[in-house]
Each structure stands twice: as C-alpha cells, then as structure tokens.
C-alpha cells in the first residue's frame, strides 16, 4: 500500500505529465481510466494516434530513474487496457505507449516523456 505522501506525489506527478501533454498538443481523453484491475494514467490523442501513458513519479533517483518501475507485467496490464479501450470505443487508431518519468529533486520537477517506451508483444 502506498503511502499518503507517495500518492500524494503520484498525483501530482500526473497533474505535471497532463500539463507537459496539452503543452504539446496532445487532447486529453481519459485520466485513470479503468478495466477490471487495470488502470491506465491517461489516455490522449495525438495525431493520427491514440497515446496511453503511464506515469511514473519519484522523489529520488537513489533506486533508478521513475521509468524503470514499469515493469512487464504493467505493460501486459496497460496492453490489455488499451484493447478494451479501442474495441469498447470502437476506435480505429494505431495504438502507442509512452511513460512520462516525473523526478522531485528538491522543490523542483523534471519531466522525462519516452514516446513509444514499449510495444504489444506478439505472445
């Protein structure tokens, strides 16, 4: 279980990454959008593509940078989601997945977007 502080620093970390995507043209389309267990940070549009994000917070980089945290298995999880999210929306749009690491040193934040961070694999 995450602790007050950690989430408190999570959801800001999201507020920062929506602000960095608007800045950039993205539209925003969900923000926490669940499927059964699964949850996606946000959901955009981008172009000619439909763009899930996670986003990754931290306070220090002691332990590596906050996109090292996203593991396989939260891949497979964000796949999955983004299935349920085209075929239940009945979209048409190539699919990418990109992670926005937000860093807090001190009182101030670095934001880190990798576009196309990970992709569907065919097992």
Known sequence: MKSK????????????AKKHL???????L???????????DLIASFKDLLVIVEVKTRSSA??????LF??????RFLIA????????????????FDIISVLQLNNTFSVKHLEGAFYPSLK
Do not use: M
């Not at 969900?30 to 949850?39: A, G, I, P, S, V």
């Not at 996203?70 to 891949?75: I, M």
């Not at 989601?81 to 990418?96: G, K, P, Q, T």
């Open 5 to 16: 502080n950690s989430h408190i620093l999570g959801v800001e970390g999201e507020k920062i």
């Open 22 to 28: 608007l800045e950039k043209g993205y539209i925003i």
């Open 30 to 40: 969900q923000e926490n959008w669940r499927y059964k267990k699964y949850e996606v």
């Open 62 to 67: 002691e332990f590596g940078d906050p996109e």
């Open 70 to 75: 996203v593991t396989k298995q939260k891949q």
């Open 81 to 96: 989601a983004a299935n349920e999210y085209l075929v239940s929306n009945n979209i048409d749009l190539e699919c990418r």
